[in-house]
């Protein structure tokens, strides 16, 4: 079984992290993917992130009629700065030994790969699926093999999607009283606005 991984905060999840699963999916013909709302990622552990009860919850109403599409809180679950070698670790013992790993992330997080807690164990336990950012040069593999010998085998640079959505700008949106319809799925666009999310 192949199943991709798409982690973050998804503080909120968008039509942006709907559209990369789908056609990552798709090309790669993965049977699964699994969405992954971190608990406290230790790269952003200065930045204040909404509670995880409301991020779980527009992840289940974003995802509810899609089957191949699950979400896992292990993160959430899991005390501490979150690390993305102890979810991948976690993954494989639940999985049988032939199944593959797919990482999804965006062109721009691959070149700060070699930041990440344990890089070099990491990427013998998963492939990196690097879809292009607007606006975003495409990474210098060759650079990323000098700091992560071994990365090149590890990753797939995607051509698309190309998608310009970002939570950052829809929380500006949310917080200036503009309209985030049609960068988020109706139900998490409900959600935010029932619950008062990202309201200044």
Not at 95 to 108: P, V
């Amino acid at each position: 079984m192949n199943v991709g991984i798409l982690g973050g905060t998804f503080d909120p999840v968008h039509n942006g992290h709907l559209i990369m699963a789908e056609v990552v999916r798709e090309q790669l013909n993965l049977n699964e993917v699994l969405f992954i709302p971190a608990g406290q990622p230790w790269l952003k552990t200065e930045h204040i992130i909404t509670p995880a009860e409301h991020r779980m919850q527009m992840l289940r109403l974003a995802l509810d009629d899609t089957p191949y599409f699950r979400i896992s809180e292990m993160e959430i679950e899991r005390p501490g700065p979150t690390y993305t070698i102890d979810t991948i670790n976690a993954l494989k013992e639940s999985l049988e030994e032939a199944d593959e790993l797919f990482f999804i992330l965006g062109q721009d997080n691959l070149m700060q790969l070699p930041q990440w807690h344990e890089a070099l164990d990491l990427i013998q336990l998963c492939y990196f699926v690097a879809a292009p950012r607007p606006g975003v040069k495409k990474p210098d593999l060759k650079a990323l093999e000098a700091k992560l010998p071994g990365i090149k085998q590890r990753v797939m640079l995607m051509k698309q999607p190309l998608v310009d959505i970002s939570a950052t700008d829809i929380r500006e949106r949310v917080a200036r009283g503009l309209s985030v319809r049609h960068l988020v799925p109706e139900p998490v666009n409900r959600y935010i606005k029932e619950h008062r999310l990202y309201v200044a």
